[in-house]
Structures are given as C-alpha cells and as structure tokens.
C-alpha cells in the first residue's frame, strides 16, 4: 500500500511559477513509476507527464512540454513538478500517481495509487 499526498498547489498569474510536490509514504517508492494529472471542471482527467522508477526516463505532454518538469528524490520518497510560464489553461487539481507497470504510464487505468490532489489555478 502506498499513500501520496500532494502540496504546493495555489494561485498564480499567468506566467508564474509553482511547484507541486508529492510525498509517498512506504518504503518501496523506488519500485514505482510516478506520474502528474490533472482535472479541469467538467472535463476528463488529463495526463501531464510520467517518470521511471529510476528517473531517467520521462513523458511529458505536448500541452506542458518545455514548461513542466518532472523529478524525484527516491531517498526522500518524493516526486515534484516544477510548472512554469503557466497560463490559464493550466487550471485545475493536479493528481499524483504511482503505477508498477510500464516504464512511463500515460493511461490513468495503469496507476495503482492516488493522490487526493492538489488545486492550482492560474488568472489571466
């Protein structure tokens, strides 16, 4: 069983900066895969970007690419995402997600475990 929970979300203008973090608990986070989504109202959860187990492989979105960028500190059971230049359509609660499957997981069905999500809003 692994618990995630997410911080570091907020409000920002467009063009700011935020980083989200996300801390696991359990002693077998190095096993995991970790990925970034998020929700929008009324829309579907959405993928942002995926890392492997070892950090050394990523997938980001075309949407946040060269904006966003994914790491992990395995020793301190923890995964960020530093978002920059945000802009408006970046609105919405950012989930974390741990998989054991696949090297980068895209789809959300291939993740084991949840964060409860973290709001990031971002004005025009």
């Known amino acids: 069983q692994v618990q995630l929970v997410e911080s570091g979300g907020g409000w920002v203008q467009a063009g700011g900066s935020l980083r989200l973090s996300c801390a696991a608990s359990g002693r077998t986070f190095s096993s995991y895969a970790m990925g970034w989504f998020r929700q929008a109202p009324g829309k579907e959860r959405e993928f942002v970007v995926a890392?492997?187990?070892?950090?050394?492989?990523?997938y980001y979105a075309d949407s946040v690419k060269g904006r966003f960028t994914i790491s992990r500190d395995n020793a301190k059971n923890t995964v960020y995402l530093q978002m920059n230049s945000l802009k408006p359509e970046d609105t919405a609660v950012y989930f974390c997600?741990?998989?054991?499957?696949?090297?980068?997981?895209?789809?959300?069905?291939?993740?084991?475990?949840w964060g409860q999500g973290t709001q990031v809003t971002v004005s025009s």
């Open positions: 890392m492997n187990r070892s950090g050394d492989n990523t």
């Open positions: 997600a741990a998989s054991r499957t696949g090297l980068v997981p895209r789809s959300p069905h291939t993740y084991d475990y």
